[in-house]
């Protein structure tokens, strides 16, 4: 499968343009370069020019194809400017929107639009997939909750029983043992999931900025050979964004152990720590903000876990408040739909646990209540993991002229 991220020849700009029937060719010479301007190259017609046939053109000029000209801020227009500042068409004859997004640095529209486009678009990979996998998250979640809670109340009607009151502990110890095998198993299948969907929306989002809708099998075939990087980036995330929060805990408990014993009023260790935890947040935020898009350089880079928190960290650089505030926002509006969505499938959640048991604080309630919230979460995927690719896309159109890119793939199309 041929990969869309190629930046076009250079030495060939003229790359898919096709002159219109009585337009000037490169060898005629009119102009230096044509498109550029509102009319640039064209000068009204004149009596005094007397050019003849061909009155209205300038004078005659060395012809500039192949030269690399100067665009501004984004590179790859021409000047025939739309409502929106920027040309429908590009110098090389490419659409300026092939796909879910203008080709051009993308304004906080551009990227809910966009997310909001890719989700109707390909609804079948964005939604499908993500539920065939949460549904396999959410039934290993509740059953390992249901094993667990069964352990735990067996240990409850031991230690009531006088005759298994010398088991009592050992059963205990085991069920404890059990319950942590059971959070365990539900954070690595919740890791797995969300890291593998991450990486699949990731995918299957690049292709629709150039109009190209990927099936079912061809975004597990981009995911698929990506998934030791992709795993691997999101686990040293993981790391160090809990790192601060992980060291404040230590040195919390350290500090308890060294200073207390019994005579000392411990009120101004407590205030140290209160007054220590913003800085940690501060910190654990920002460092999330850097490392935000490294799931998807690991996919669509083709890079290793540490290359891709390397690039996710350099891209970000010089452009730290935008993301953040793109992030905050989009974690503001999922926040509000989730609560939405929360209340519908808590509700149904509960309809189905009352169905089944009399008590929803059973292990098997508790295991109904987490199916369905597992599941109800997964349904926001799809638009964060769309709305985050569109920031990485942007950012490396701001940097990196990745519209061009971008361009000439939506070309090949």
Known sequence: MSSPWTSPDPSAPSQ??????????????????????????????????????????AAPQAPAYGAQPTYGAQPGYNAQPGASGYSTTNRWGWQSKPGIIPL??????????????????????????TIVIMLFVSLIASASIL?????????IGAANDPQALQQSATDFANALLLQMISTLVQWLSTFAGTSILTGLLAATVSQLTVGRKLTLSEAWAMTRKRLGSLIGSFALTALITAAPIVLWIVGVFVSLAVVADGNHDLWWLSLLAFAAIIPIFILMYFLQIKLLFAPMCAVLEEIGPVASLKRSWSLV????????????LLNIIVGFIGGFIGFVIGLIGS?????????????????????????GSGLLLPFSAAFETLMYTDLRI????????????????
């Open 104 to 129: 051009r640095p993308l304004t906080i529209g551009d990227l809910f639009s966009g997310a909001f486009e890719a989700i109707r678009s390909n609804p079948k990979v964005l939604f499908g997939f």
């Open 398 to 413: 701001r940097k990196e002229n990745f519209a061009a890119v971008l361009a000439q793939a939506g070309a090949q199309q």
């Open 317 to 328: 650089k010089g452009e730290f408040w935008p993301a953040l505030g793109r992030y905050l």
């Open 16 to 57: 898919g343009w096709t002159p219109q029937p009585g337009a000037p060719t490169p060898q005629q010479g009119y102009g230096a370069q044509p498109g550029y301007g509102a009319q640039q190259g064209y000068t009204p017609p004149q009596a005094t020019q007397g050019y003849g046939a061909q009155q209205g053109y």
């Open 147 to 155: 094993i667990s809670g069964l352990g735990y109340e067996s240990v």
């Open 351 to 375: 309809l189905v646990t009352m169905a089944v048991t009399s008590d929803p604080l059973s292990p098997i309630g508790m295991a109904i209540s987490t199916f369905f919230v597992m599941l």
